[in-house]
């Protein structure tokens, strides 16, 4: 396995795995977000695991952020994708990803590294949870329709 930056030629089968990831984002709200990512290398990164067959078997996107709950300095490492295919699943790819992503924000002067995932994604927190994260806050987000009139 190798982890390596994402590439051009990478960006069909990384839209398919953030397809799998988010499937109630639209396909184009994906490249527009996946062009904004690979734009600005020095506040965004993506990196991708590729296995022996030169497949990707997951990927890791992370931001620098200036502020994430729980942590004390700035700017912050943040993990705001990270996904692994399933038969690739518990063989160390998501590690890997991860460790990419730490190692990015170290280069950028970060001291921590911060990330979220759904309430009741218990295989992602489990996940973190193996990797070193601890909770930080627990929270329910709202929103409101606003009746125009």
């Known amino acids: 396995m190798t982890i390596r930056m994402v590439r051009e030629e990478d960006f069909e089968q990384w839209l398919a795995m953030r397809v799998e990831l988010w499937p109630e984002t639209a396909e ?7 062009a904004m990512m690979t734009s600005d290398q020095g506040k965004y990164a993506v990196f991708v695991c590729e296995d022996r067959r030169g497949r990707l078997a997951g990927f890791t996107e992370v931001l620098l952020r200036e502020y994430a709950e729980g942590c004390d300095s700035s700017p912050v490492g943040y993990l705001e994708g990270w996904y692994v295919v399933r ?21 950028f002067g970060c001291t921590e590294m911060a990330s979220d995932t759904d309430l009741g994604n218990d295989i992602s927190e489990y996940a973190h949870l193996r990797l070193g994260f601890e909770v930080a806050a627990r929270l329910v987000a709202f929103r409101k329709d606003l009746i125009i009139s």
Do not use: T
Not at 28 to 34: D, F, G, I, P
Not at 87 to 107: M, P, Y
């Open 28 to 34: 184009n709200q994906h490249r527009l977000e996946m």
């Open 87 to 107: 038969d690739s699943r518990g063989q160390g790819v998501g590690k890997a990803l991860v460790e990419a992503s730490e190692d990015w924000a170290r280069f």
